[in-house]
């Protein structure tokens, strides 16, 4: 298993946990007719989390490593994969504000990679970005298969002085446990496809701006893309400081495919704090075989 941190200490600061890359993505390649789930080579999350006086995106880039064509170097007979990404991030006037491009190298034994081929590698990048629209295009260029696959997202960083009570960003979790050294281990779920999940975790944090502790009620609801609720129920937070980290486990009670919407809505005020789009889907597909030689992309 592989999961790959460019920044690992800042985002260590911010969770106090590490991370680990369990299989998540095999049943993100799904036929018709779910033409909202689709055979994609990479997924990617932009998610937004604030101090007092800045932000800052953390951004997860989840490959599938059945999608990634390794070669076998003869001269130290592991299986190798280069690949390129390009990241370009413009503000709302369609100005570059972050251009940047990395290279990975990516190799497996033949052992290792008969048990991690079903899993994926991760990368996360953070950077500090100020409030306001933002598109993301990031690619990925596979060197061994000389091909490239793009991916446009947008997403907002709200201005951190407008309310006294801020939530960042949600994550979506497979997995969340504590270790025997009391460390957090979580699995994100970069692809937001709640597959086969009757109860599922979510990591956020709420920034309380008021001097003084305070108590705040909280209603989440699931509904589907007909604004149907599935599910539903109540949060209360004690928020004593300004950065306040909150892990939730939900219950998703659902046995339909379909586009859903997670919504936090302020109990006090009937706004909505915070919101997130996902989809689900309760099957398996039959996992893939590793052919030996060459391991080509999975789709």
């Not at 790959?4 to 018709?32: C, E, G, M």
Request: hydrophobic share 35%; aromatic share 14%; net charge negative.
């Amino acid at each position: 298993m592989k999961i790959i941190f460019w920044k690992i200490s800042v985002l260590l600061i911010l969770l106090t946990i590490s991370v680990s890359a369990f299989p998540q993505n095999r049943d993100s390649w799904l036929p018709p007719p779910f033409p909202y789930v689709v055979r994609d080579y990479f997924f990617t999350e932009p998610l937004i989390f604030y101090t007092k006086d800045s932000s800052r995106l953390d951004l997860y880039i989840e490959i599938p490593i059945d999608n990634i064509m390794l070669k076998r170097n003869t001269a130290n007979n592991m299986l190798e994969s280069s690949l390129e990404l390009i990241l370009n991030i413009n503000n709302s006037n369609e100005e570059s504000v972050i251009n940047k491009s990395y290279t990975e190298l990516i190799s497996y034994k033949d052992n290792e990679l008969k048990e991690e081929h079903k899993n994926s590698i991760y990368f996360v990048r953070n950077f500090s970005l100020e409030a306001g629209l933002y598109s993301l295009n990031l690619t990925i260029r596979d060197n061994n298969l000389n091909k490239e696959y793009s991916k446009i997202t947008t997403f907002l960083i709200k201005d951190i002085t407008v309310r006294s009570i801020l939530f960042s960003d949600i994550m979506f979790l497979s997995d969340y446990k504590t270790n025997s050294e009391g460390k957090k281990e979580i699995t994100p779920l970069v692809n937001n496809n709640v597959f086969n999940l009757k109860d599922f975790y979510i990591f956020f944090e709420i920034y309380n701006r008021i001097d003084t502790s305070v108590t705040k009620e909280f209603t989440y609801r699931i509904s589907n893309d007909k604004n149907k609720i599935i599910s539903e129920g109540n949060f209360t937070f004690q928020l004593s400081g300004y950065n306040n980290k909150e892990f939730e486990q939900l219950s998703f009670n659902n046995s339909e495919p379909g586009k859903f919407k997670l919504e936090i809505i302020d109990k006090s005020t009937q706004e909505i704090a915070a919101s997130k789009d996902f989809v689900y889907f309760p099957h398996h597909l039959p996992p893939g075989k590793f052919k030996g030689q060459e391991h080509h992309p999975g789709h």
